[in-house]
């Protein structure tokens, strides 16, 4: 997160429009920002309106964070269960800007959930590139 251009992004966007934002990460991945943080998914899940995972970058790290892939998924991943036990709004809506790592960052049945509005932010995160390029490059 801590290197995200996605994550980064966002977080400015989403305080210019006043949402209240907490992360959610080991602390080694943390940007410096004065935002509340968590490294507990539950605490996070509980808290959100809007979840928002990224892709585990661990090509961005230099010493791994967790021994394995599945050690990071069972600390992080956004879970059905997860969802089920600690959601406090069970309407919650589940975003990631892609690409995804299935049952690493999300678990597969989550996606597949109607709360999941992943396919249609990729959608419109490439129309809104689109339409930026087209503005940059047209007099």
Do not use: W
Not at 60 to 69: M, Y
């Amino acid at each position: 997160m801590k290197n995200s251009r996605v994550a980064n992004s966002n977080i400015k966007l989403l305080q210019r429009l006043g949402l209240e934002i907490m992360l959610c990460a080991p602390s080694s991945m943390l940007p410096s920002v004065s935002l509340k943080t968590t490294h507990n998914i539950e605490e996070a899940i509980a808290f959100a309106d809007i979840l928002m995972s990224l892709r585990t970058q661990t090509e961005r790290h230099n010493t791994p964070i967790f021994a394995s892939l599945k050690d990071y998924a069972n600390a992080y991943c956004i879970t059905q269960k997860r969802l089920e036990d600690h959601a406090k709004n069970k309407e919650v809506i589940i975003l990631h800007p892609g690409p995804v790592h299935r049952d690493i960052d999300i678990e597969s049945a989550v996606l597949e959930d109607k709360r999941s509005k992943v396919l249609e932010q990729v959608k419109n995160g490439v129309a809104m590139r689109m339409a930026v390029l087209e503005f940059l490059l047209i007099d």
